[in-house]
């Protein structure tokens, strides 16, 4: 299982940038897709996760209300919308696989190798 989140860059504060994560080799085990992101200094945290197959996705109470995560799984990949960016979202996000869908990195198998966001005045 291969994971590939793109999207990244230098963003305005209240600005908005959308991440993608395309997953290849994709196993019949994997449930969920989760969206992580680790700020320099900082231990990884935990900010959405959503089904393959659709339901309710889960998010951090940090950024519900600004991210929304979205799945097509025709075309095996999840997106992260992201707005009213501020300096505190500035980090390397990831995203990785899991057969369950939960907040925890424990329980996500395969990650990507992430992508930076900067958010800047």
């Known amino acids: 299982v291969q994971l590939q989140a793109s999207g990244g860059g230098l963003v305005r504060t209240g600005g908005f940038r959308e991440l993608s994560c395309t997953v290849s080799?994709?196993?019949?085990?994997?449930?969920?897709v989760g969206w992580f992101r680790q700020a320099q200094g900082k231990d990884r945290e935990f900010l959405a996760a959503?089904?393959?197959?659709?339901?309710?996705?889960l998010y951090a109470d940090s950024v519900k209300g600004r991210f929304v995560i979205y799945v097509d799984s025709a075309v095996n990949t999840v997106w992260l919308q992201m707005d009213r960016l501020n300096y505190g979202d500035t980090a390397v996000y990831y995203c990785?696989?899991?057969?369950?869908?939960?907040?925890?990195?424990?329980?996500?198998?395969?990650w990507g190798q992430g992508t930076q966001v900067t958010v800047s005045s």
């Open positions: 959503a089904g393959w197959r659709g339901g309710s996705p």
């Open positions: 990785a696989d899991a057969p369950r869908l939960s907040p925890w990195e424990n329980h996500h198998n395969y």
């Open positions: 080799g994709r196993l019949a085990s994997s449930y969920a």
